[in-house]
Structure formats: structure tokens, C-alpha cells
């Protein structure tokens, strides 16, 4: 190892109790430590930002202060948003994991996105639509920036399709929800109490393994969210040794809080100044190779999962080459 240090900021949301992804995040970031040996030494930095606008101000303003070299987080798109800025008025790179809003990277130029974004989700979720012959769909959201944002996305993407959108739930071929995962298990949940039956389409947050334990009666439900470590090549390795250390295969955001951690230290390796080094690298990491195009991974793809039972089932990887009827088959997450 070089004499080279760097510090790392990491925020999110870290307990579990809140969000099970706290867990995966945690994980994710004891496995880099255990097992990754980066030509740098790295110390790190964490703040949780309760995925509150107002806190992640005040994280990043900490970090600022800390000097941190570059932030991985905010895993909130609320947070990222607020953040950027502040961390690019300062130089440092804002690596995510997991926020999708396209506004965080269109809006500032140290934003470097390892997931897909909320515009790429909300084309590869009506095409899915399309596909499946539904002509009308009502469109929810949660309260939070994330979904507002990425439900507005959705509606632009349909209403450039053949699909009729609606206000009325009870008249639509689907439903649609965009949100965190909590509200999304309390939207499905709601839905079927009013015996509304129609198959209902969740996002992101929701593609996770407690999903099924808080939907009593899911009826048809997908969800479109990040595509599993185990359905991508270069992240099968991972999967093991998060299944061999955990017992369990990773759930969503794990790899990509694995490969932006890999990103960091890679760019910090390469020289002192990261934004140019992150803007302009290619990373070999956990996801694949790694380049940026105006802060978006080039070729990130999306998962397309189901509930069954008490299962959450990956159904199908979603890029802008394979139609979704291809289907990589169906594996059980735990």
C-alpha cells in the first residue's frame, strides 16, 4: 500500500429498524474492508441524514469541515439533492449508490451515479406496461422528493406512450406507486383492503427481502428496481461472499455501495484531483466496468422482480437491448 491516505464520508441511513437497506449498506461496507486492499489507506466519516433534506444539509456540511476527499451516500434522493451542491461548492465527489432522481446528477457536475437513474426506470417500466397490454394505468406516490420525482418521470414517459393514465384506481388495468419501501408495502396493502385486485407495479426501495413479510395479500405484484448481484457477471463474486459471510444473497444497493467504494479509491490512487479522475476513469469494479457520461453509469440496467408467497422472486434483467419477455428465470432471494 502507498503512503497515500484519504478520508471517506459515508451517510445514509444506517438502522435497520428503519430500513432493512441500513443492513445491506453496513454489510456492504464491512466486506470492502475485510476483503478489497486498495493502494490507499482509507479512514471514514459517517452521519446519518434520516433521508431528511434538512439533515443531509447538515451532514454535508460536517463532512466539508472533516475534509473528506469524497462522499459515498446519500442513499435518499431528498438527501442527494440537498447535499450535492454543498459538496461541490467544496470539489468533493458525491458517488450514489442508490439515489435515482435524475435532477441530482443533471444539476451538479461532481454527482457520479453507480445505479440507474429515475428516467431510465420510468422508460423500462412502461415499456414493461406496454408489453403486458395494459392501456390504463393510476399513477401514486409517496410524500417524499423520491417519489414525487420519479412518479412526474413516469407520467412523462406515458403520456408519450399509448397508455391512458387515470386518477381512479378502481378503473385502471394497473397501479403504479412510487416510494420508499415502507410506503409502498402500506400502498399494496391498502389497495387490497379496498378490494382493488388490478396488478400493481412498485419501484426502487421496494425490491427488497422484507417486502413480502409486511403484504399479506400482494396479489400481481412486480416491482421494478436494481437488477440482483447475482444476475450480473462481475458481481457474482460478491454474492458469494456476502452469501457466504451473511447467509443471505445481498439486497438491492449492496453492489453498488461495493463498486462505489471500489470507484473511490481507485480515483484517489490515480492522482489528486478526483472530479477530473472520476469524470473522465474507467473502473473495473463489482458492477462491471464503470464510466460516466454526464455522472450516469453508461449500461446500468434495472431488475424486474415478483412476489410469491413469501418470497421476493427476480424475474427478468431490464436494459435498452433485452425485451422483458426474455427472462433470466427465476431465483428466490432467500
Known amino acids: 500500500m502507498s503512503g497515500q491516505k484519504m478520508k471517506v464520508g459515508i451517510s445514509a441511513i444506517f438502522d435497520p429498524r428503519i430500513t ?51 462522499v459515498v451516500g446519500h442513499f435518499s ?6 447535499a450535492a451542491p454543498i459538496y461541490g461548492a467544496s470539489g468533493i465527489p458525491l458517488l450514489l449508490p442508490a439515489a435515482t432522481a435524475s435532477a441530482v446528477t443533471n444539476d451538479n457536475n461532481n454527482a ?19 408489453q403486458r397490454g395494459w392501456s390504463t394505468i393510476c399513477i401514486s406516490s409517496d410524500e417524499s422528493l423520491h417519489g414525487r420525482m420519479l412518479a412526474r418521470e413516469i407520467e412523462i414517459h406515458t403520456e408519450r406512450s399509448t397508455i391512458t393514465l387515470t386518477s381512479n384506481a378502481s378503473s385502471a388495468d394497473a397501479l403504479v406507486f412510487a416510494g420508499r419501501l415502507a410506503a409502498s408495502g402500506h400502498f399494496v396493502s391498502a389497495m387490497r383492503t379496498r378490494q382493488i385486485n388490478a396488478p400493481i407495479i412498485l419501484t426502487d426501495d421496494a425490491a427488497s427481502a422484507s417486502l413480502p413479510s ?12 436494481f437488477a440482483p448481484a447475482y444476475s450480473i457477471t462481475q458481481g457474482q463474486r460478491f454474492c458469494s461472499l456476502y452469501r457466504l459471510t451473511y447467509g443471505v444473497d445481498p439486497d438491492v444497493y449492496g453492489l453498488e455501495t461495493f463498486a462505489a467504494l471500489q470507484v473511490a479509491v481507485e480515483a484517489k490512487a490515480c492522482g489528486p484531483s478526483m472530479l477530473k479522475t472520476i469524470s473522465e476513469g474507467f473502473f473495473t469494479t463489482a458492477v462491471g466496468a464503470v464510466q460516466f457520461q454526464r455522472g450516469e453509469r453508461a449500461g446500468a440496467p434495472h431488475g424486474l422482480w415478483s412476489v410469491g408467497g413469501r418470497s421476493l422472486l427476480f424475474q427478468a434483467l431490464l436494459d435498452d437491448t433485452v425485451p422483458v419477455s426474455q427472462t433470466k428465470g427465476e431465483s428466490v432471494l432467500y
Open 112 to 130: 457520479f451515479r453507480i445505479c440507474p437513474n429515475d428516467t431510465a426506470l420510468a422508460s423500462r417500466l412502461v415499456n414493461f406496461v406496454i
Open 214 to 225: 409486511v403484504v399479506e395479500k400482494p396479489g400481481e405484484l412486480h416491482i421494478v428496481s
Open 20 to 70: 432493512s437497506h441500513g443492513r445491506t449498506l453496513l454489510r456492504s461496507l464491512e466486506l470492502f474492508r475485510n476483503h478489497y486492499r486498495p493502494a490507499v489507506s482509507v479512514t471514514y466519516e459517517f452521519a446519518d441524514d434520516n433521508a431528511d433534506r434538512n439533515t443531509a444539509i447538515n451532514v454535508a456540511e460536517q463532512f466539508v469541515k472533516k475534509s473528506v476527499d469524497v
Open 77 to 82: 434522493s431528498d438527501a442527494a439533492v440537498a
